[in-house]
């Protein structure tokens, strides 16, 4: 198989999925929210196990979507940059492609039996960045119009119950919010 193959590949098939016989008969003998969480919690897209309490949150998150007949939703923090003597910094590169296509295929499961589907945010720390790595909220903007773009790419194979977009921290609070919780969990730990 030639790289374009594995890459073209990747994109048409990152979001498809069939339900196998352990599917089926999950979903015959739960209910569309327990299968969905089954599929959420799942060790095969996890490094470890997630805790009961975390479990009953998400199945509420779930409950509460589906009774609303709204998109399941997802937010993945992680820093959004890139270092910065690597290339391509400061923007995206092969790393956040199959982060991207590694993540629609963990929802495609939910895509495929939730009409509704999925709203999956992934969130950039934009704001702790800038205050101990010496990133710049310039080059924090810079990857994320970057990971936008690769988005679009990638939406042109999505489903229609599919949305992923690209968010940053500070887009949450304000300035004075965060410097307040900052300087409280800093005095905490020391």
């Known amino acids: 198989m030639s790289c374009q193959t594995y890459i073209t590949n990747k994109l048409n098939y990152c979001s498809a999925y069939e339900l196998n016989i352990q599917d089926k008969s999950l979903l015959a003998k739960n209910t569309l929210e327990e299968f969905i969480l089954q599929k959420v919690v ?34 993945f923090w992680f820093g959004g940059y890139k270092l910065y003597s690597l290339f391509p ?28 589907g999925v709203d999956f945010t992934f969130m950039l720390d934009s704001k702790i960045l800038t205050k101990i790595n010496n990133i ?27 949305k992923l977009n690209v968010q940053k921290s500070s887009d949450l609070y304000s300035d004075s919010e965060f410097e307040e919780k900052f300087q409280e969990s800093f005095e905490k730990e020391v």
């Not at 589906?66 to 937010?75: H, M, R, S």
């Not at 710049?136 to 679009?152: C, P, T």
Request: charge should be positive.
């Open 136 to 162: 710049s909220l310039d080059e924090i903007n810079m990857y994320q119009n970057s990971f936008k773009k690769l988005l679009k790419e990638f939406a042109i194979f999505f489903p229609k119950n599919l």
């Open 42 to 75: 799942s060790g095969k897209f996890r490094k470890w196990k997630v805790n009961k309490n975390h479990k009953q949150e998400i199945f509420q998150a779930i409950s509460h979507n589906i009774n609303n007949e709204q998109p399941i939703k997802f937010t």
């Open 89 to 116: 910094f400061p923007e995206v590169d092969w790393a956040d492609f199959f982060a991207i296509s590694y993540y629609c295929q963990y929802i495609s499961p939910i895509l495929l039996v939730y009409p509704p």
